[in-house]
């Protein structure tokens, strides 16, 4: 592992020069520079969004209560000269035919509910990149359960997929139809999909290594599917017992199989930063499977650094080389906590930015250059409780948490339409049939809340539980305090 102790830094990234990046994207959305242009300090953004995440859907605004970020259309009266700059230059545009699909490019600004303009004008510049509406793939009864060595009784497993739904998730991916023999965890997959195939406010994914797997799902009800393929050739054996060539050949005829049914085929890259065999992976080997699975039809490519090694300065070159080859409104980010460095590895995701064109426009005599730009990704996957780890990547810590991907993301006013409170308490359903604390930050940080605000409901009282059995209280003061608990009476259960 020692290549992989050093986080790799700025200076060690790919150089990849400008002109080697101009038209090399097709544009799916444009942001002038308006500092390059003579027009102010600001950007002029021109997002385009053209997958279910669609800002389109998105207009309202934020309204979490407990949260101090909000986004708000950008104040006319900061900048009135600006703002007839853009509107002009937004007419021409749409003259040159290089018609942006964005909303109104001044209604996309996001800043603090502060009154000082400076911070707010910092926090425009900082998060000016960031989407308006995130979706996130729960994968926790999957990804998160997969490494439990106990085995989780199904109907727990179904009732933890009903509460993540219930909490407003679009997605939840259910099962894996894999070998029991390597996956005795999910050996009840038929039984899952059967209990849950009814439920309709989400959709269900499950894995699927091959047609034996695709055909046990499709006949127990699924209606979406997901393979996994690797960046590296060591993991792939590992995992799947066949190279990466070969697990590209099985998956194009799970694809094909699967456009038949009409059924969409999600695809995974593990290993893109690094793998625990083979150390550092270079981006352009990711790139290259991610493309292969996008060819086949894959809808979506989730990029899984499955080993949690990850961190800015690594991830940035590795969405750069696959942003080159797979629009970044078909990707999707998939951290593990290994090293702490989710959260941020999830900001830069959704800031990433790629030039995509350069185009010289002439507008009232004055020549501009406006830099076409790629939107940053707005699918993350991430797991309940922080719970999971892969069988075949030794050490590798949980996935990130979603409770805390949930909590930045309210913090930056992105929505997810997802309610916090009802995912915490699917976190505590999982953490208290785990018997163990909640991996999620935000979810351990409420508890305490809750300790020092009690109030007799059933999440307080399991973690009221919890707390008591942890903390260093001498045997008969603690159960003194774990009676007078269990006689609080509480309705939710
Ligand atoms: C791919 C195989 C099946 C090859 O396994 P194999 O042993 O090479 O396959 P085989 O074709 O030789 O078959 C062996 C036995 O498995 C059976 N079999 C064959 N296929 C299936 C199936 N679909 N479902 C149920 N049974 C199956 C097959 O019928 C046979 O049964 P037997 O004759 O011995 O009784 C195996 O290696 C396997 O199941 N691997 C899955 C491992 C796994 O699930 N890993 C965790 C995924 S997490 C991940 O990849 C990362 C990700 C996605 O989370 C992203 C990230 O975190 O970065």
Redesign the pocket.
């Known amino acids: 592992m020692s290549s992989l102790e050093e986080p790799l830094g700025f200076d060690k990234l790919p150089s990849m020069s400008t002109i080697d990046r101009i038209q090399r994207f097709s544009a799916g959305a444009c942001r002038p520079r308006g500092d390059d242009m003579g027009m102010g300090s600001c950007w002029m953004d021109g997002r385009s969004c053209s997958t279910s995440n669609s800002c389109d859907e998105d207009h309202e605004e934020y309204t979490g209560e407990t949260f101090p970020w909000r986004r708000h259309v950008r104040d006319v009266s900061e900048g009135e000269a600006f703002n007839q700059r853009a509107k002009s230059l937004s007419k021409n545009r749409v003259k040159l035919g290089h018609v942006s699909k964005s909303r109104n490019w001044l209604d996309q600004q996001y800043s603090s509910k502060c009154n000082d303009r400076g911070i707010r004008n910092i926090t425009n510049k900082f998060l000016k990149g960031i989407p308006k509406f995130v979706k996130i793939v729960e994968v926790g009864p999957r990804?998160g359960l997969?490494n439990e060595k106990t085995i989780v009784l199904t109907s727990v497993k179904v009732e933890l997929i009903r509460r993540l739904v219930s909490s407003g998730l679009p997605v939840v991916e259910a099962t894996?139809?894999?070998?029991?023999?390597?996956?005795p965890q999910l050996a009840d997959a038929k039984d899952v999909m059967k209990a849950v195939c009814d439920i309709e406010d989400a959709r269900l994914p499950v894995?699927t290594?091959?047609l034996?797997?695709f055909e046990?799902a499709v006949a127990a009800g699924a209606k979406e599917v997901a393979v996994?393929a690797s960046a590296s050739e060591s993991f792939s054996k590992s995992?799947?017992?066949c190279s990466i060539e070969e697990s590209l050949v099985r998956y194009r005829s799970v694809c094909l199989a699967a456009k038949e049914h009409s059924i969409p085929v999600r695809g995974?890259v593990?290993c893109v930063v690094g793998c625990p065999v083979e150390g550092a992976i270079p981006p352009s080997k990711v790139a290259y499977v991610a493309k292969e699975l996008y060819n086949m039809g894959c809808f979506e490519i989730s990029l899984?650094?499955?080993i949690g090694v990850g961190t800015p300065g690594t991830v940035v070159p590795m969405l750069e080389a696959v942003m080159a080859v797979v629009p970044a409104e078909k990707l999707a980010v998939?951290f593990?906590d290994t090293y702490g460095q989710s959260l941020s590895n999830i900001l830069i995701s959704l800031q990433f930015y790629g030039v995509i064109d350069l185009l010289q426009v002439e507008i009232d005599h004055s020549i501009y250059v406006i830099l076409y730009q790629q939107m940053g990704i707005s699918t993350v996957d991430s797991s309940v409780a922080g719970l999971g780890g892969?069988?075949?990547a030794q050490g590798a810590s949980g996935n990130v948490a979603t409770e805390d991907v949930v909590y930045m993301l309210n913090g930056l006013g992105v929505k997810t339409n997802i309610d916090l409170a009802k995912l915490m308490l699917a976190g505590d359903f999982i953490s208290d049939h785990l018997g163990r604390q909640s991996g999620s930050k935000t979810a351990v940080a409420r508890c305490r809340e809750h300790h020092h605000h009690f109030t007799p409901q059933a999440g307080s009282v399991r973690c009221q539980q919890r707390l008591v059995n942890r903390t260093l209280l001498s045997d008969a003061t603690r159960t003194r305090a774990c009676e007078i608990i269990s006689r609080l009476s509480f309705k939710d259960s």
């Open positions: 990804d997969q894996s139809f894999v070998s029991p023999k390597w996956v894995l290594p091959n034996k797997g046990a996994f995992n799947i017992n995974y593990s899984g650094d499955t998939h593990h892969c069988p075949y």
